[in-house]
């Protein structure tokens, strides 16, 4: 048995740590579990824990970390299958030497699990461009409640073979089964890569933004930040070919010359992404312990306003100018109320006691619980983290 | 109690409600053409009246297949137990057009290619493709999760829902959206040919049209180099708009039909469309086409407008018409392989169609991977149908074999339920099986599509 550090949720404490060599052990523990009706909660790399609820029983934290190899990967398919332990940086590292890259998005991507950032049903900014993890996701197996491994979707990247099951446990915070496998399709990296920085003058925030929603080379980020340890300001991220990425840059400094901006800082390859990672690891980070943060999905035309009045509410915010997400950090509770329909990201266990972390329920909540009953009959996949309190 | 028929007429009336054996019979068939008469079908005006028909014929022991225009090619829309078929066509508007957040809203009836034409003056389009966008509707490619020569970048179906209206099998309307918190039920009900629910609105992502659209043809001596070319462009990073192979027999076939400017006596045929900035467009053409002459393409020329292009692209999508013109019957396959497999595949087809005696034609999304053999054949002689079927399935084993799957874009319907566990083993089936279970407990919905006959432990109930 191993001592259980780093896996308590909510002040919960699992009683016991499993850690299985592979998919068909973790199959087995996850039956054994069933059987005796203790209560597992799934750990990736832990880092995106802060989403999902407190679980209402936790008796295993059922650790994937041995399930990390690359299990199929001829980069001329351009797609690659990897156990669901493995490290968003492992799979990158991987791809990188081939060019290619799977755009996941996420905040500490040297921890977080595959699996786990799939489970959490993570949104990256970059989406807008590439898709959703959902959209890459080309095949999965899951261990479920009952001990066997169900497979879905395939190497293929058109299939339409069967229900795409796959697509369930994508933000199911592990509450249907437990990734083993993932499938993606893989993309080939773009050859240049530019961040473009710039701090926005009061007097010109709403033209500026406006401005951004034009541009004929559209950017794969565009984002207005206002705190997360800076003023207001654009952080816009172009990925493409060289030539194409020049003409962006000239495109977006005459537009904000235009605003009257005249200073944007340019970080140019892996500088670009170091700082894109930077602006990501905001999402998930919990101030001095006093703060929480919601994401708002909504439309992208709206990002910008719904983000404004979260700062007039003392919020630091970020607003997706192209997926229209709206990211908020709160140092105080009430938000809920001014977010009904937000999820919480990541929060102080002082500010988030009371609160649901995924709002108000969808009306289709009764098919969720059927599917859930119908999954994990015995309840003993992350009881009570889920939506509706599933 | 009064009978099926009459109840949906009461409740419906006679402008919704078909029910004479003359009317019905246009829903016995899809293109895979097994025929069974329905007992009753109806052409809804909304969501409210696909409920009400959905109640009662659950209360009448009736089962529910839903109906787009009919294209699909393995009896999908074909009602295999007979019951009520439910047509979209006066289903077919578009709702909503929100050209700033680029989406739309459209009813499920709406022609595919008529929603990319209402929103072409916004600078917008709808990606996914078929080659019966002229023809099948949204909501049967919400279906089959239907796919298309763009599919190569830009995704098929599923990567283009963003919500869905759905009837449930109680005859209850619920929403559901991919940013709703909880499981994704617009990512699982696309591509459920009809078996979950009833879909009565989507909510679509639209894209901005590019800045530039060029479009390639090159010729090769067989279909083997042309698979040769695109798994080398595939393997070198590069991923244009559209990779679409065409073989001899195809070509011909074509361009006799469409006189689209394809060289006709090409052995294969490789058509290529690059799309994106100008820089790159003629970036991406140089080195497309010194990849592709490296591999044995005899000639590359590129579309000279607009009209040209247009030209090219619809002589491509009539592929499968233009062939009813050279062959009595024609059988058209549909599977995909990893793209390195792609020369292999080919030559394996062309061993099995030999072996079978049965000519055989090429047209395929070979960038996905995604195989379209036709099998040429006369319907009257009784040992080719059955060559043909032999064939078929023999394809499809060698797609397994090589760590591909049975359907890429037209689904399982009626046609591969058999074959679906060659695919997936009884437990991969049994997960399905459970979502069955919630959606449709009672295998009202389009019985006797996707799974094997008493494979899954639920399918065993209905």
Redesign the interface.
């Given at each position: 048995m191993i001592a259980p550090a780093g896996y308590g949720l909510g002040g919960a404490e699992p009683a016991r740590v499993a850690e299985p060599a592979d998919a068909s052990e973790l199959a087995e523990e996850l039956r054994l579990c069933a059987q005796a009706r203790e209560a597992v909660v799934p750990f990736g790399g832990g880092t995106l824990q802060g989403i999902g609820n407190a679980p209402t029983r936790y008796d295993v934290a059922l650790s994937t970390r041995r399930l990390d190899a690359v299990r199929a990967y001829?980069?001329?398919?351009?797609?690659i299958g990897v156990e669901a332990g493995i490290t968003v940086a492992a799979l990158t590292r991987t791809l990188a030497e081939?060019?290619?890259f799977v755009p996941l998005d996420v905040p500490d991507a040297e921890r977080a699990s595959v699996g786990g950032v799939l489970a959490a049903g993570w949104l990256g900014p970059r989406r807008a461009a590439y898709?959703?993890p959902?959209?890459l996701l080309i095949g999965s197996t899951?261990a479920?409640a009952d001990g066997?491994?169900?497979?879905?979707g395939?190497?293929?990247?058109?299939?339409?073979?069967?229900?795409?099951?796959g697509?369930?446990y994508?933000?199911?915070l592990g509450t249907?089964?437990v990734l083993v496998r993932a499938n993606f399709k893989a993309?080939?990296?773009p050859a240049a890569q530019r961040l473009a920085s710039a701090e926005l003058a009061e007097d010109a925030r709403e033209r500026t933004v406006a401005a951004l929603?034009a541009l004929?080379?559209?950017p794969v980020a565009a984002l207005a930040v206002d705190g997360f340890g800076g003023p207001l300001r654009i952080v816009v991220l172009f990925e493409?070919?060289e030539?194409?990425v020049e003409?962006a840059t000239r495109d977006l400094r005459s537009a904000l010359g235009r605003s009257g901006i005249a200073e944007t800082t340019l970080l140019d390859g892996d500088q670009a992404e170091r700082a894109f990672a930077r602006v990501l690891a905001g999402y998930t980070e919990v101030v001095a312990d006093r703060t929480i943060t919601y994401r708002e999905?909504g439309?992208?035309?709206s990002a910008w306003e719904r983000a404004r009045r979260m700062r007039a509410l003392g919020a630091e915010v970020i607003a997706d100018l192209r997926t229209?997400d709206v990211i908020a950090r709160f140092a105080r509770q009430h938000a809920r109320t001014v977010l009904p329909r937000a999820?919480i990201l990541a929060g102080a266990a002082a500010l988030r006691a009371d609160l649901d972390a995924?709002?108000e329920?969808?009306?289709?909540?009764p098919?969720?619980r059927?599917?859930k009953e119908?999954?994990d009959p015995s309840a003993i996949l992350a009881p009570g983290r889920?939506?509706?309190g599933? | 109690m009064p009978d099926f028929t009459s109840r949906l007429l009461v409740a419906l009336g006679p402008e919704v409600v078909r029910t004479a054996p003359e009317d019905l019979a246009v829903y016995a068939f899809d293109a895979f053409s097994e025929d069974r008469l329905p007992s009753a079908a109806i052409v809804p005006r909304d969501a409210r009246d696909v409920g009400i028909a959905v109640r009662i014929a659950r209360e009448c022991g009736e089962p529910i297949v839903p109906r787009g225009a009919g294209t699909g090619l393995c009896g999908g829309a074909v009602p295999a137990r007979g019951g009520l078929v439910i047509s979209f066509a006066r289903m077919n508007r578009v709702l909503e057009l929100?050209v700033?957040?680029?989406r739309a809203r459209v009813q499920p009836g709406l022609i595919n290619l008529d929603l990319s034409r209402a929103v072409a003056g916004a600078g917008v389009f709808y990606a996914p493709d078929p080659s019966s966008q002229k023809i099948s509707t949204l909501g049967g490619n919400v279906g089959?999760?239907a796919?298309g020569p763009h599919?190569l970048s830009y995704?098929?179906t599923?990567?283009h829902v963003l919500g869905l209206e759905f009837v449930?099998d109680e005859g209850e309307v619920?929403?559901?959206?991919?940013?709703?918190?909880?499981?994704?039920?617009t990512?699982?009900l696309?591509?459920?040919e009809g078996t979950?629910g009833i879909v009565t609105e989507i909510d679509v992502r639209l894209m901005?049209l590019p800045?530039e659209v060029r479009v390639c043809v090159a010729a090769f001596a067989d279909v083997e180099s042309a698979s040769e070319a695109v798994?080398a462009i595939?393997?070198a990073?590069?991923?244009p708009t559209a990779l679409e192979i065409m073989d001899a027999l195809i070509t011909r076939a074509v361009e006799a039909h469409y006189h689209a400017g394809y060289p006709e006596h090409a052995g294969a045929v490789l058509l290529v469309e690059i799309a994106?900035?100008h820089?790159?467009v003629a970036?991406g053409e140089a080195l497309l086409s010194t990849i592709a002459q490296r591999h044995g393409a005899l000639s590359w020329r590129a579309a000279r407008d607009a009209a040209e292009r247009d030209a090219l692209w619809a002589a491509r999508k009539g592929a499968a018409g233009a062939i009813g013109r050279i062959a009595p019957n024609y059988y058209i396959q549909d599977a995909?392989?990893?793209?390195?497999r792609l020369p292999e595949v080919m030559h394996a087809i062309e061993e099995i169609a030999r072996e079978h005696a049965l000519p055989v034609g090429n047209v395929f999304?070979a960038g996905?991977?995604?195989l379209h053999p036709l099998l040429i054949f006369d319907r009257r002689e009784k040992r080719q149908v059955q060559a043909v079927h032999d064939a078929g399935t023999e394809i499809l084993r060698t797609c397994i074999a090589m760590?591909?799957?049975?359907?890429?874009?037209?689904?399982?319907g009626y046609e591969k339920r058999e074959t679906?566990s060659l695919?997936?083993?009884a437990?991969?089936?049994?997960?399905?099986g459970?979502?069955?279970?919630?959606?449709d407990p009672a295998r009202a919905f389009n019985p006797d599509k996707?799974?094997p006959s008493g494979a899954v432990c639920g399918e065993v109930r209905a």
């Open positions: 001829d980069p001329r398919d351009l797609t081939h060019g290619q898709g959703r959902r959209d899951a479920l066997t491994l169900a497979s879905a395939g190497m293929v990247v058109k299939n339409v073979t069967g229900y795409d099951v697509k369930l994508v933000g199911s249907l089964g993309l080939p990296k929603g004929t080379v559209e493409g070919s030539a194409t003409r999905p439309l992208p035309a229209g999820t995924w709002g329920p969808p009306a289709t909540l098919t969720m059927a599917l119908r999954f889920f939506v509706g599933i | 929100d700033r957040n680029r089959t999760n796919g599919c995704g098929t599923t990567n449930d619920h929403r559901c959206s991919i940013d709703d918190p909880g499981y994704d039920l990512g699982v696309v591509g459920s979950l901005k800045e798994s595939i393997g990073g590069i991923v994106g900035a820089d790159d970036a995909c392989v990893p793209r390195t999304h996905d991977g995604n760590g591909g799957t049975i359907s890429g874009e037209h689904g399982i679906l695919v997936f083993s437990d991969d089936l049994a997960a399905m459970r979502v069955r279970d919630v959606f996707i799974f």
